[in-house]
């Protein structure tokens, strides 16, 4: 608890500041960290890197200039400190998995009118529907939509983002 305390007063003071005082404490251990880069400076043959870490906080942590190469914002990095010092820098091969984002709605059409065509595909085809306006729909559906309709027919059909989901023959 002590450590938390002085490391939050740190903080105000520098994130530099702030990991150094940390590993301090370490004892000499090698200490791991790993984050997404935010940024590099480099002067002469040091350089400093600064991570995000998973909660949001921002670390920075001293190392050689050879250590950096390569590296660039963005990258995933997981890092080895000794005595506040960056000994190894190993990059991930991928960011982890992002949380999937939620599901945005499905158009849904309903195209009515005379099926005037069927392009027919092996496993899909192209409907051409006249509407009541005289507009012609284009729309693609796949074979085992379609059995039972036949150009000519009076239909209905059903669009979910541009495929037919369903086509069927309408009642006169």
Known sequence: ????????????LGL??????????????PQWVT????????????GLISLKLSDGELVSISSKSELLRGLKSGDIVTIQIVEGLAR??????????????????KRVQWVTGELVSIQRGTSD???????????????AASNDKIEGVEAGDSVIAKVVDGWAESVSKKGR
Not at 1 to 12: K, P, S
Not at 35 to 46: C, D, K, L, Y
């Open 125 to 139: 085809s192209l409907l051409s529907i006249k509407m009541w306006d005289g507009t012609v729909f284009n729309v």
């Open 16 to 29: 530099t500041l702030t990991f150094n005082i940390q590993l301090s404490l370490s004892n000499g251990s």
């Open 88 to 105: 190894i820098i190993q990059v991930a091969e991928s960011k982890p998995a992002e949380t999937p984002k939620p599901e945005v709605e």
């Open 35 to 46: 984050g997404e880069v935010a940024s590099i400076v480099e002067t002469g043959g040091s």
């Open 1 to 12: 608890m002590l450590l938390r305390n002085t490391i939050a007063i740190v903080v105000t």
